[in-house]
């Protein structure tokens, strides 16, 4: 028997009843990360309800998801907006970054293999190139992919789900902040300097390198992001 489903009023992809909470919070996750709700921007519980044909609950669930991570925030008597990231939120999510991926970066300097480090070097490299033409998307997945493998690499649980918990909020900070050509440029010098450090087993260097990287992120991103009048 087919899975049942419901789809979107405006041609959105259909939602498989059985995890529709799950698909919603992707969704609408997706949209915040990526701008198409606006930070400030209100959202309207039943005007999401109506788009997918499905209850308040699934959504009122969602927005409570979303909220836990940061992405928006109920006003008491007002409703439900996308958050204005604070500059608090950004030192935060940078600090916690810093420590973890410092201790992982160490660990994967010595685990990681060689094979995997010089594809991760390629890759950086051509995400580069693609970004001076304009094209951001493979750095995003680039930056994201090295991030993901160092820390994969520790095989710590923990560790590996503290960094998931903020990975939402971290995609949006790249795509509200950091993204000309100069930053990109900065973001790929360091990586290469981490994974040149990991292929020559240097501990020290890397991790050297990593807690620079991050110290770096936060300077650009909030300063990127008051330049466009996001963050409060």
């Known amino acids: 028997m087919a899975t049942p489903s419901v789809r979107s009023r405006g041609g959105a992809a259909p939602l498989v009843v059985e995890s529709i909470s799950e698909q919603l919070y992707s969704i609408l ?136 918990s903020v990975e939402p909020f971290v995609y949006w900070l790249r795509v509200l902040g950091a993204t000309g050509p100069h930053r990109l440029a900065g973001s790929t010098r360091r990586h290469l300097e981490i994974l040149d450090a990991m292929a020559a087993r240097d501990i020290a260097a890397a991790q050297e390198a990593a807690a620079l990287h991050l110290t770096e992120v936060e300077e650009w991103t909030l300063a990127d992001m008051a330049s466009h009048d996001i963050v409060t």
């Open 29 to 164: 996750c997706d949209r915040i990360t990526t701008g198409v709700y606006a930070p400030g921007s209100r959202i309207d519980p039943q005007a999401i309800a109506t788009e997918f044909g499905v209850s308040r609950t699934p959504v009122r669930d969602t927005l409570v998801r979303l909220e836990h991570d940061r992405l928006v925030e109920t006003r008491p008597r007002s409703g439900t907006f996308v958050t204005r990231p604070s500059r608090q939120d950004v030192h935060e999510v940078c600090q916690l970054r810093k420590g973890l991926e410092w201790l992982a970066t160490g660990v994967a300097a010595e685990a990681m293999p060689l094979e995997q480090i010089a594809d991760l070097r390629e890759e950086a490299v051509a995400a580069l190139r693609a970004a001076e033409q304009g094209d951001y998307e493979p750095f995003f997945a680039s930056d994201t992919r090295i991030h993901h493998e160092i820390i994969a690499h520790t095989d710590n649980s923990r560790l590996i789900a503290a960094r998931e």
